[in-house]
């Protein structure tokens, strides 16, 4: 198993990790509720079970892998300096991914000021269609003609067709980390795969991609 991103806390001792392990079985609610008690090791479990889909999230708003770890660490030092002012009968993962988000969004706004996702640089690779300009250009230049659409696209539909399309998330999935009902998730998704198809077709024109998506 690969070691964590990051830690937040030292490493524990052995008699530490015996108690760590009893708490192995424990909702995020009663670890939290064990930091707030002064149980930093109890904080650091939650930093594992989150922190690979905190960085996944993160990354499908601002595009890169190294930001994104940026964020999500910036994120869980948050959660743990307003531990006192968490309402313990919220669901933590809702409250984390609410910071989570708009820590990403902020990230965005300030490194690219008044141009949503302009910085995004999306690592993926999109199949383009069996023929065509776009079918024949190389895996970089159709990555980048990806990212030049996603780019233009309003950040709550962007978030949600890489959760989706390129993370293959579930509706629920993505309902959790974004704050929404997999019925709204269904929704943007839908809207968001229509907003890059007129986006594609306005950048390339209609018969050089508009299979894509």
């Known amino acids: 198993m690969a070691a964590p991103a990051f830690r937040l806390v030292p490493p524990a001792a052995e008699e ?22 002064g149980e930093r090791d109890a904080f650091q479990l939650l930093v594992e079970r ?30 743990y300096a307003a531990r006192e002012r968490f309402d313990q009968k919220r ?9 989570l988000r708009n820590q990403a969004v902020d990230r965005v706004r300030r490194t690219a000021p008044g141009t ?21 250009a190389s895996e970089t230049e159709r990555k980048s003609l990806v990212r030049r659409v996603l780019d233009a696209l309003p950040h709550q539909f962007r978030e949600v067709l890489i959760l989706r399309d390129l993370q293959s998330l579930s509706c629920a999935e993505i309902g959790e980390r974004v704050g929404a009902t997999p019925g709204t998730v269904r929704w943007r998704l839908h809207h968001a795969r229509k907003l890059f198809r007129d986006q594609w077709e306005r950048t390339l024109g209609r018969e050089e991609g508009g299979e894509v998506l």
């Open 50 to 79: 989150y922190e690979g889909k905190a960085i996944h999230t993160a990354r499908s708003i601002v595009g890169s892998y190294e930001t994104a770890r940026e964020v999500a660490q910036d994120a869980f030092l948050k959660v």
């Open 91 to 99: 669901k933590f993962s809702t409250w984390f991914y609410r910071i």
């Open 16 to 37: 530490t990790q015996t108690a760590q392990g009893a708490w192995d079985n424990l909702s995020d609610e009663e670890l939290f509720a064990l930091t707030c008690e």
């Open 116 to 136: 949503p996702g302009g910085t995004v640089e999306l690592v993926g690779d999109w199949n383009a269609s069996d023929s065509g300009p776009v079918a024949t």
